[in-house]
């Protein structure tokens, strides 16, 4: 089905240009839910380290922080 398409070549790049930018638009959306979601676990944590006083705590309070960071999908099918 050649020729089914009738655009010409400006407009073919238009119409790239468009796509890129709701791409690009979509990755920034992603990183700024994932910086903030990243956020509230760090400060979740940091609470948490300001009450633990042992070296065991703390590893404790570090594996919970790094698996509920793991768990997060952002919005991302995982």
Known sequence: M???YNLSKNQAIKLQN???KEIDLA???YADKFNDEKRILENERQ???DQVT???EITEVQKNFESKLNQKSF???K
Do not use: A, V, W
């Open 27 to 29: 990755l920034h959306k």
């Open 75 to 77: 919005g991302i099918p």
């Open 18 to 20: 468009d796509k890129k």
């Open 47 to 49: 609470k948490q380290l």
């Open 2 to 4: 050649k020729g089914s």
């Open 54 to 56: 042992t070296r065991e």
